[in-house]
């Protein structure tokens, strides 16, 4: 009998760990693992925000592909994902096309625009490596340009950042931090320098404990941040936005508008034609799509349905990490002709959010809440264990954070 043929698509948090975990697992001998993943390289989505501000080099948040799947075990294949096609078993790429025996579907995100006119030609989304750096040049470039007019343009030091939940507010923070640099370097008054925070629901960080979103408030408006809440973004054109609030509509001059308020599944789930919800694929608990026992799916591709409170788990790192376990012991079981598999029950060990690389606010250890100095220094321990859990000690100290007391 021949070897399995397992494809993992996608190198994220679920795609990678899934990945590493059988490398380990399985022979050889026992099944044939292939990696497909548009890039060579593996990246810490949560680290992107630091990218997009200028505070930490995107080269840190990378990681070689190979220097943490072994290729001896693993044949890796960079190229770009067209379709899945689970009736014939195979996976259509840009160059090639793979059959399968046992698919692993871990796509990641894209954004999610709402049909809000202009968001997709004008915004800037903070979704992968490319974008953030992106974000970051043109930042920098406008401030660069300010002093190079004839006349000075206040779009050019207004940065609107469109929602205020994870992504948006830590953007904002490395954004606070960086701003003096900013201005020192390229002679500006930081006094006009604006960060407009707009967000639909009446306050930010939705699901955060009231007391320490209070607490995020008062950092990051004391560094110079403004927070417009109960207000719909209408409209985002190349040199501005227009949002609605109190039924007044409200025009404000910026060439830097950041988007970061929605995001959904890969849209080739729901091209492939799978059974989805918005998108997404609602697994059974071993993490199988609804529809096919040799499909799973982890990551921001599959919905996990929190039984306590009827609403869907946030597609958040830690859960994706946790989920790529039992997708690994389950695809093993699979290729070993067992149908012996594991049920994933998450385990919310907390969340930390950072308000900038010298404060953050959480909730850890049956909801004890952390602010300060021990809420960044408990983020940095997450960023740090997930690198250990990934490539060892040597991933580690390549590319951990160490600087807690600064």
Known sequence: MNNPNIVILGAGYGGIMTTVKLQKSLGVNEANITLVNKHDYHYQTTWLHENAAGTLHHDRTRIAIKDVVNTSKVNFVQDTVISIKPEEKKVKLENSELSYD??????????????????????????????????????????????????????RLNIVVGGGGFTGIEFIGELANRIPELCEEYDI????????NVEGAPSVLPGFDPQLVEYALNSLESRGVEFITGAMLKECTADGIVYEKDDKQVEIPSYTTVWA?????????????FEHNRGKIEVRKDMRSPEYDDVFVVGDCALLMNPESGRPFPPTAQIAIQAADVVAHNVK???????ELEAFEPQILGTVASLGH??????????????????????????????????GIGLLLKKGKFNIFY
Do not use: C
């Open 102 to 155: 046992i698919l692993v579907i871990g796509l990641g995100f894209e954004s999610a625009t709402f049909g809000i006119p202009g968001l997709k030609e004008h915004a800037f989304t903070i979704g992968n490596i490319n974008s953030a750096r992106l974000i970051r040049e043109h930042i920098e470039y406008n401030f660069a340009k300010y002093n190079n007019e004839k006349e000075n343009d206040q779009a």
């Open 189 to 196: 008054d930081k006094s006009l320098v604006r960060i407009i």
């Open 261 to 273: 308020a929605g995001v959904r599944a890969n849209s080739i789930v729901e091209e492939s034609g």
């Open 333 to 339: 079981a699979q290729a070993q002709g067992s149908n």
């Open 358 to 391: 010298n404060d953050a606010i959480g909730v850890i250890l049956n909801d004890r809440k952390i602010f300060g100095w021990k809420a960044t220094v408990m983020k940095k321990i997450i960023d740090n264990r997930y690198l250990l859990k990934l490539g």
